[in-house]
């Protein structure tokens, strides 16, 4: 039997080109995860202490499971956030990109840099910090899976017929992943104690409240019922915070 034109041994060509954006972003993350030890080892004189071991082995192990979780659930999802496109507005721009080069690279410099400044072992608040960052994995792979909406940029999605996002952690905040890195926040800070991680950690929470300001405006003027959806969910990254 003859097979459309729209498809490729027994796939239509939108589902061959999803595979490809989930295979690339796969081994997109995996790259930054790698550089990020890579950076951390750089700073550090090429020795890893036993608090920045048994971070990267939970960074790299929890990656792994959440994208074996994704790829059984929602693999459009890490398909979406591979795309690379580029009608974001020029604040998303310029505070991802901030964001990429603190939250990816630099934190894991400063930290290898300031790796002599303390005790090598996690200790209980460094064991705080890991069980914290544990749970800001568990809640951004919550929340990509039941958003099939979450690219990595802040865009209104027309092509894809966006519409609001309103079950798992969404119940709660409207925007779970960002809670997610602000938690990754204050764990970063328990588990590398040191002047600058702090320092760098503070401005990647800084960076995502405003992200979450600016794109939750641009969400109530320009997304279909996503402001009905704010009168049902108060807070935007903190419960009955703000």
């Known amino acids: 039997m003859m097979r459309g034109r729209n498809q490729v041994c027994g796939h239509t060509k939108e589902d061959v080109a999803m595979g490809k954006e989930t295979f690339f972003y796969i081994i997109n993350l995996f790259i930054q995860r790698g550089l990020g030890l890579f950076f951390y080892l750089l700073g550090a004189g090429w020795i890893l202490q036993q608090r920045a071991a048994v971070y990267f082995l939970f960074y790299i192990v929890l990656s792994l499971l959440s994208c074996g979780v994704m790829l059984c659930t929602a693999p459009q999802t890490l398909a979406a956030r591979n795309k690379k496109i580029t009608d974001s507005p020029l604040w998303d721009k310029i505070l991802l ?89 204050i764990a970063m800070i328990l588990i590398f104690p040191t002047l600058f991680v702090g320092i760098a950690s503070l401005a990647v929470a800084v960076i995502i409240i405003i992200r979450t300001a600016l794109e939750d405006r641009m969400l109530q003027t320009q997304l279909v019922g996503y402001k009905d959806y704010c009168q049902k969910v108060r807070s935007r990254l903190i419960p009955f915070v703000w």
């Open 97 to 185: 990109g901030l964001f990429w080069l603190l939250a990816y690279f630099i934190i894991y410099l400063l930290a290898g840099l300031e790796s002599g400044h303390g005790s090598e072992s996690l200790g209980s608040p460094g064991w705080l910090g890991i069980i914290l960052y544990t749970l800001s994995a568990i809640l951004t792979l919550r929340a990509l899976m039941v958003n099939t909406f979450a690219e990595s940029t802040a865009r209104i999605q027309e092509e894809r017929h966006q519409t609001v996002c309103q079950s798992g952690p969404y119940k709660l905040v409207r925007h779970p992943v960002y809670t997610a890195l602000l938690i990754w926040c």
